[in-house]
Structure formats: structure tokens, C-alpha cells
């Protein structure tokens, strides 16, 4: 299968990481193409950003479909214009936050969520309601990091989002940790051994649910919601 990923902002190495992510945990026949606009903002910080990038991620859905894709990962744990990509796309289109937290809830009974910034807490507030989740969410937390301290290695980002993993367990009473930004990727595995608790991740998350989609033959439905845009 292929299987497009989709940064909706415009900071190569974060796309660079999903990447690496995605390569390192596909089945050995998916192929992997990974882009971003060149033209939006370098990171996704609140809801102007979202608008902001839309048409940057539309250009690229349409791409990644000439390429032909099978499916689509928008990776961005905001899941910006996840529902304008599927009427765009045949294949499905999963946004990393959709596919955390329902796959979170297999493993575990209640999960707290550990993004960047305080802004974005009610974004995913919001999204955890829209997804039926609100019942399994305990907390959004912010680890008060802005989403490039991810890249270039600043504001001791890793620690600060350890910590605040701990102070969930202790505090939350949650079963597991979803990690609230694709910049955060490549931390899972390490901060689940550090903390003892699972802490998920939304691209890989979304990766295993694209790959299980396709295989399953599943496709997009066409009908109402998400039919192909009006020609105009």
C-alpha cells in the first residue's frame, strides 16, 4: 500500500521525524511519502494557525492522491481540515488525535493527553468531546513548550514532558498518556519505559489504522458528508 503522511506545517524536519517514525514501524509492503506546504506557518499554535495552513494541506492531499495514495495521515494532533480531505480523497484520512484516542482506548480504560502549549488545551478539550472520548479523557495538560523547542532542542522539552507524564499518573489517575503533538513522535517508547505507564503516539497510531483500513479494502463513503467537493 501507499500511504501518504501529511504535515500540515511547514518545518521539514518535523516531517522528517514522522517520517523516520512511519519507516521504522510499517509493514515491510507500505510505502511511505511524507510532505508539507512550503507556505504555512512552521508550527500549528491555536486556531488562526489551523486556518492558516489548510490550503497549503489541501494542495498537498491532492498531490499525495496523483501519487496515488491509498491513505492519508494529517499529522497534526489538532486535526486540521480532517473532514475537507475526505471529501477530497478516496482512501481514508486519519488525523493523529482521532486515531490516538481511539486506539488508546483499547489499552487502557482512561488516558490523560500531554501537548505543548496552554492554547492548545481546549482545541483538544474540544476534539475529545467531538470524538465521543470525553468519558475515557481525564486531563489535557501542557508541558508549556512551544512545538519547535521540539526541533531544535531547547527549553529541555523532553524533561518537561516526563515530568508532566508523572504528574498525571499521580494526579489524573489515568491508564495511559497519549502525547498531544506529532513533534513528538520518536519520544514513546522511552518515556513509557522511564514513566511505566503507555505513553501513544497519533502518528504511529494513525499509521497501524491506515494500514488496517486498506487492507480491510475500506474506503472513504461518498455519500452526503463526505462526497467530492462541488465543481464551481
Given at each position: ?40 506557518p ?18 498537498e ?6 501519487w ?33 484516542m ?17 492554547r ?9 468531546h ?13 508541558a508549556?513548550?512551544?512545538?519547535l523547542?521540539?526541533e ?24 495511559a ?42 474506503k ?13
Open positions: 500500500m501507499k500511504l501518504a503522511i501529511i504535515n500540515p506545517n511547514s518545518t521539514e524536519s518535523m516531517t522528517q521525524k514522522c517520517k523516520e517514525v512511519a519507516l521504522k514501524f510499517k509493514n515491510n509492503d507500505t510505502e511511505i511519502w511524507a510532505s508539507n506546504p512550503e507556505n504555512s512552521k508550527s500549528i499554535e491555536g486556531h488562526y494557525d489551523e486556518v492558516k495552513s489548510l490550503a497549503g494541506l489541501m494542495e492531499i491532492k498531490k499525495a492522491k496523483d496515488g495514495a491509498d491513505a492519508y495521515v494529517i499529522a497534526c494532533f489538532d486535526d486540521p481540515g480532517l473532514e475537507a480531505a475526505r471529501e477530497l480523497a478516496e482512501g481514508p484520512v486519519i488525523g493523529i488525535c482521532e486515531a490516538a481511539h486506539m488508546t482506548t483499547i489499552l487502557a480504560s482512561s488516558f490523560s493527553v500531554v501537548t505543548t502549549l496552554n492548545s488545551v481546549p482545541i483538544i478539550e474540544e476534539l475529545s467531538k470524538y465521543g472520548m470525553s468519558k475515557f479523557c481525564r486531563k489535557v495538560r501542557a508549556n513548550i512551544p512545538v523547542s521540539l531544535d532542542g531547547t527549553c529541555n522539552a523532553k524533561q518537561k514532558i516526563e515530568k508532566e507524564i508523572l504528574k498525571a499518573v499521580e494526579e489524573d489517575n489515568c491508564e498518556i497519549i502525547l498531544g503533538c506529532a513533534g513528538m513522535a520518536d519520544l514513546t517508547i522511552e518515556l513509557s519505559q522511564k514513566c511505566n505507564i503507555p505513553v501513544v503516539d497519533g502518528v504511529l497510531c494513525a499509521l497501524k489504522m491506515a494500514e488496517s483500513l486498506v487492507g480491510a479494502k475500506l472513504t463513503s461518498k455519500i452526503n458528508a463526505y462526497s467530492y467537493p462541488i465543481v464551481k
